[in-house]
């Protein structure tokens, strides 16, 4: 059933409106990449964590966005204790580490370490989007997305509300188990048009004292997947015993032991990453702005257009729901 | 005003939002309530002031979960309900209503409700 250009006109109106406000938000913001695995316990948040400090080791500003609203694990993996905080009624601040990434997660504003989150599908993707539209991220490089595992509602809601996503980076480990359900991820990110930079293969491999290496998962596995599946491989993390302790002291590994072999992994992969992605060029932050404060992002507002809106934006160029 | 008397204040505004959404959602379920009434309704009870105004404190307290539950479900109802209705059908408003009922109701139990909250 066909839609006349009228209603096509429309739906695009729409649309463009009502990700407008995540446009709005994300425009200061170079490179948007989304760390997606398709199971859980391969590693996704450690690599997130490890890619974005090798990446802000290189001189860049980088955020992270913990869009895993269950299992939120990146303020405790940076070592993050203090709260975010609202900015008006709308705008809510990422909370800056001590190394200078930038963190939002819902782990930051939901009480108590033990209340759980129970929503359902659709209050996750809310949850998400109303995040994106009023994350007062400034100017980055770079801003990492740590989906949860596999290709439930809060990954499809980022790849269908980041309409400028630059790309997917899939993590997998070398087990037969891992490398087949990172298959349909990879399948899921490219049926949304997501382009996928490429595949990680976390433990790969463990040298223990004498020398020796061992394939604990079997060899290759993640290369295969990535011929496979015909994407870039990016590169193998080995299992490092220091990393359990780095996660729990809040400090990236590639920051406590830069010399060891995944420091130097997961360095080597920020850098492929960063020669993959094109030139681009976004809006200077500009630092001293008046915070729009009375103007939520996301909202639908029934205030009719005026000259002087509240949130200083012109009605045509917002991007809220006016 | 006291912390004690602050407090007070803050979950009768919440539960009287979480009432009066309750109401609106159950008016889109019994079909009383169509899109444009509820997308008014969502608007008229302004959560991003009571946002605005209790989200420090209810960050702070896991006794308040319930409470930040509630006022964040509408809040972000409020927010992205097309979104929801054209990803997810106007029968998915049914969850939200079921999650607040759920919340208001472990509110009922663990707070004294008694004189706090007039009739809807």
């Not at chain 1, 009228?6 to 709005?24: D, M, P, S, T, Y």
């Amino acid at each position: 059933m066909g839609i006349d250009k009228k209603q096509f006109a429309e739906q695009q109106r729409r649309q463009l409106r009502e990700n407008g406000a995540i446009v709005e938000a994300l425009k200061y913001v170079k490179y948007k990449i989304a760390i997606l695995s398709g199971k859980g316990g391969v590693g996704k948040t450690a690599a997130t964590v490890n890619l974005a400090a090798a990446l802000k080791n290189a001189g860049n500003n980088v955020g992270i966005f913990d869009a895993d609203l269950h299992g939120p694990s990146i303020p405790a993996m940076l070592g993050i204790k203090d709260e975010a905080k609202l900015n008006g009624a709308f705008w809510l601040n990422p909370v800056d580490t001590g190394s200078g990434i930038k963190v939002l997660s819902v782990a930051l504003f939901w009480p108590g370490d033990m209340s759980p989150i129970m929503w359902r599908g659709q209050t996750k993707s809310r949850t998400i989007r109303q995040l994106l539209s009023a994350a007062k991220w400034g100017g980055l490089d770079y801003l990492l997305i740590d989906l949860p595992p596999g290709t439930g509602d809060e990954p499809i809601a980022i790849l269908k509300s980041i309409p400028d996503l630059d790309g997917v980076i899939v993590v997998t480990t070398p087990q037969e188990v891992s490398t087949l359900v990172s298959s349909k991820a990879i399948n899921a990110s490219t049926s949304l048009g997501a382009k996928v930079l490429g595949l990680i293969e976390n433990m790969s491999s463990y040298t223990c004292g004498c020398g020796d290496t061992v394939h604990l998962f079997g060899k290759n596995k993640g290369k295969e997947l990535a011929k496979m599946m015909d994407i870039p491989f990016l590169g193998s993390i080995p299992v490092d015993p220091t990393f359990s302790d780095a996660a729990d002291s809040g400090v990236p590994a590639v920051n406590m032991n830069p010399g060891s072999i995944a420091a130097k992994a997961f360095t080597e992969i920020s850098q492929i990453i960063s020669e993959k992605l094109p030139v681009k060029e976004v809006p200077e932050w500009p630092a001293d702005t008046t915070e729009p404060k009375a103007c939520p992002g996301g909202h639908h507002h029934c205030h009719p257009p005026q000259a002087s809106s509240s949130c200083g934006n012109s009605f045509d160029g917002c991007g809220h729901g006016h | 005003m006291s912390k004690n008397q602050a407090d007070e204040q803050m979950l009768k505004d919440i539960t009287r939002i979480g009432l009066r959404t309750s109401v609106l959602l159950q008016g889109v379920m019994i079909q009383k309530v169509d899109e444009e009434t509820l997308k008014w309704g969502l608007n008229e009870l302004d959560p991003g002031t009571l946002m605005e105004k209790y989200f420090p404190v209810l960050i702070q307290n896991a006794d308040y979960v319930d409470m930040l539950n509630i006022l964040h479900i509408v809040y972000s109802l409020q927010g992205q309900v097309d979104f929801q209705i054209r990803e997810y059908g106007f029968d998915s408003l049914k969850d939200d209503l079921h999650e607040i009922n759920s919340s208001l109701k472990q509110i009922g139990e663990k707070f004294d409700l008694e004189n706090v909250v007039p009739p809807v």
